[in-house]
């Protein structure tokens, strides 16, 4: 068991981590929502332009309740944006709204690590349901039966392989956004940097989820090669 805590551990390192980039991009969001737009748009004007202009007209901007909500929805074609994105007139919510749109135009041009994303997704959340119990017995009994650690080692790989999937896609999505906001002239060169600094630490939360989910890989397989030796 103690090998399990262990992962409970690395876990919760990352945790940690990943709680120090979320309030620092929950404080540049904050700040950079202190400054209004130069043309005054709000996030579900800029969506709704973005989307126009690269011909997507099936796709619907819709406002969402919580803070930092905002997502793509594939299955509905909806840009569902947080109450403050959708109504406010700031870099911040620019940058948001846009890089969502980014998404949309994903799905809309069959973007490849998105297509490939959208078929894990049902593959992870089943193996998600069982992962954690597969894993607390391949611990327990891993002087026994040591395949089951590596059956849930696999399992484990599966979802670790779709945060680093999930990378390629956010880190589109933000380029897209920036680069239509630029040709498009909706922000200032000054908006602009508070765009980009605001999805570079979206995207970083991402990053060290990926990491976090790896490190645990790592060191399971090594608590099953040191098993498998006994």
Same mark, same amino acid.
């Given at each position: ?77 909806? !840009?569902? $944006? ?6 406010? *007139?700031? /870099?911040? =919510? ?6 969502? %749109? ?62 680093? !999937?999930? $990378? ?6 933000? *380029?897209? /956004?920036? =680069? ?6 909706? %922000? ?15 995207a970083l939360t991402y990053v ?23």
């Amino acid at each position: 068991m103690g090998y399990y805590y262990g992962a409970y551990i690395i876990g919760g390192l990352f945790a940690v981590l990943g709680m120090l980039i979320s309030a620092r991009l929950k404080s540049k969001f904050k700040k950079y929502s202190m400054v209004g737009l130069r043309n005054n748009m709000s996030g579900r004007e800029i969506a709704e332009r973005m989307l126009a202009d690269h011909g997507i007209y099936d796709v619907k901007v819709v406002s969402v309740r919580g803070r930092l909500t905002d997502h793509y929805n594939p299955v509905d074609k909806t !840009v569902n $944006l947080s109450e403050a994105v959708y109504n406010e *007139r700031n /870099a911040a =919510a620019a940058a948001v709204a846009a890089h969502e %749109v980014g998404h949309a135009v994903q799905h809309a041009t069959a973007y490849s690590w998105l297509t490939m994303r959208s078929k894990m997704v049902p593959v992870v959340q089943g193996v998600s349901s069982i992962l954690h119990w597969v894993l607390l017995a391949g611990v327990m009994f891993i002087n026994t039966f040591p395949s089951l650690l590596l059956i849930g080692i696999v399992l484990f790989a599966l979802t670790t392989l779709f945060s680093f !999937v999930t $990378l390629p896609v956010e880190f589109d999505a933000s *380029r897209r /956004a920036l =680069a239509w906001m630029d040709s498009r002239g909706v %922000v200032t060169s000054q908006e602009h940097s508070m765009a980009k600094d605001s999805l570079k630490w979206a995207a970083l939360t991402y990053v060290s989820a990926a990491l976090g989910s790896l490190a645990i890989l790592l060191y399971y397989v090594t608590v099953y090669m040191s098993g498998s030796r006994r």
